[in-house]
């Protein structure tokens, strides 16, 4: 499963949102529990990633709640509701589908 | 606290070999599957492999598949990837990440340095 973000990166003015967009190459809905294998992890430079979002929208321990995540199947979003400082980060969206798992190319977000 | 401590990590000459540890600790990890994850300088996140919380079940990417062979041992709360006919490409911190149904928490990583 080939998994596309968009855009690759991103300026963003303190305050306002960002939208970061996600494309799965098939479905990531498994129909018997009607859950989607999609996470969304940030990176700030050197450092591990971090868990934002798992089965497409459910935030993570300890995740602020400016971050969403929506999305079905094939197509997913990352929300940030009013941009920090701190948010400057590189976000990846990763399908634990099926293996061999994959993730997104990254989108930098930075501050306009 | 759950704590993920990867070590292993160095220079490698083209075609040599290294195995990486995972220590943990803070979770009982034997209920837990487990992933390797690796991130080249400057690149981002490429998935390795993954291991079932008994052993059992094991996949690879296919860049890896043949030369990597990922294990674990419950006793001592320890993942392992054993890397073998190692290549320039393979150059990456290399993360242990644990699986509680997504993978959700990741060590700080260990680099790998394939180069002559």
């Known amino acids: 499963i080939v998994m596309t973000q968009s855009p690759d990166s991103l300026a963003v003015s303190l305050g306002e949102r960002a939208t970061i967009n996600c494309k799965s190459s098939?479905?990531?809905?498994?129909?018997?529990?009607?859950?989607?294998?999609l996470a969304w992890y940030q990176q700030k430079p050197g450092q591990p990633p971090t868990l934002l979002i798992s089965?497409?929208?459910t935030r993570g321990s300890g995740v602020p709640d400016r971050f969403s995540g929506s999305g079905s199947e094939t197509d997913f979003t990352l929300s940030i509701s009013s941009l920090q400082a701190e948010d400057v980060a590189v976000y990846y969206c990763?399908?634990?589908?099926?293996?061999?798992?994959?993730f997104g190319q990254g989108t930098k977000l930075e501050i306009k | 606290e759950v704590q993920l401590v990867e070590s292993g990590g160095g220079l490698v000459q083209p075609g040599g070999s290294l195995r990486l540890s995972c220590a943990a600790s803070?979770?009982?990890?034997?209920?837990?599957?487990m992933h390797w994850v690796r991130q080249a300088p400057g690149k981002g996140l490429v998935w390795v492999s993954h291991i079932s919380f008994d052993g059992t079940t094991i996949n690879y990417a296919d860049s890896v598949k043949g030369r990597f062979t990922i294990s674990r041992d419950n006793a001592k709360n320890t993942l392992y990837l054993e890397m073998n006919g190692l290549r320039a490409e393979d150059t990456a911190v290399y993360y242990c990440v644990r699986d509680s149904g997504c993978p959700d928490f990741w060590g700080q990583g260990t680099l790998v340095t394939v180069s002559s």
């Open positions: 089965w497409a929208s």
């Open positions: 098939q479905s990531v809905l498994f129909s018997s529990n009607n859950k989607n294998y």
């Open positions: 803070g979770f009982t990890f034997s209920s837990y599957w």
């Open positions: 990763h399908q634990y589908y099926s293996p061999p798992h994959t």
